[in-house]
């Protein structure tokens, strides 16, 4: 009897501590909110581009400072100071994204197309969240499958900078919307079901799937919904 009872206790503080990661994830995924914009304005502002002289050299930069950033987050994560390095990668990645939201300003419609992108971002986070969370089905077996969808859009993306293939970027970018659209509910579901115990680690993955969902869709929206009138 007791053993029952201690058993049902270990299980209900296992409960807790991974909806309190889980409640953690999604406060400093919001919070990353504000860095990513912040630097995605000053970036417009400043007119920003990794990408202005070599694409080859650019990419390398770019990177080289996300690796730094991925290995400086990984060694601090369990302290305040990895909130630190997180929220200074977003703002990297707002930096990043500036070129992207510039261009679309220049559309007539450009700050619709951006709200519409931000809107259908949330929807597929919410929905892949909710399934993740609601959901009886075990997801961890398409870890390798969306890693290796990953490693073909990267490898694709990287090989149409020098190609410029129109129709190659518009396959890559409703791919990847698939791939990370998957990824939340692997990412979301992996800290219900204990796969990742940093909401540190789990912010940045998620922070990730939700940024390229919106920077692809964003793209699409201007190339078939952009208006110069």
Known sequence: MNQNLQQSYAGSDILVVRHRVLRNTYWLLALSMIPTV???????????????????????????????????????????????????????????????????????????????????????????????????????????????????????????IFLQIPALYLTVSVIAIAIFSAYILYDVQQVINGGEANYISATLKIYLDVYNIFSNLLALLGIFGGSRD
């Open 38 to 160: 912040l630097g995605a304005w000053l970036g417009v502002q400043f007119n920003f581009s990794l990408f202005a002289g070599s694409p080859l050299i650019g990419f390398m930069l770019f990177m080289a400072v996300a690796v730094g950033f991925f290995y400086a987050i990984e060694k601090t994560k369990n302290s305040a100071l990895g909130v630190a390095f997180l929220l200074g990668f977003t703002f990297f990645m707002g930096l990043m994204l500036s070129r992207l939201i510039s261009h679309t300003l220049h559309f007539s419609n450009g700050a619709a197309l951006i709200m519409m992108a931000f809107g259908g971002t949330a929807s597929i986070m919410a929905v892949m969240a909710t399934v993740a969370t609601v959901s009886k089905r075990d997801f961890s077996g398409m870890g390798k499958w969306l890693f290796a969808g990953l490693l073909v859009i990267l490898l694709a993306g990287l090989a149409n």
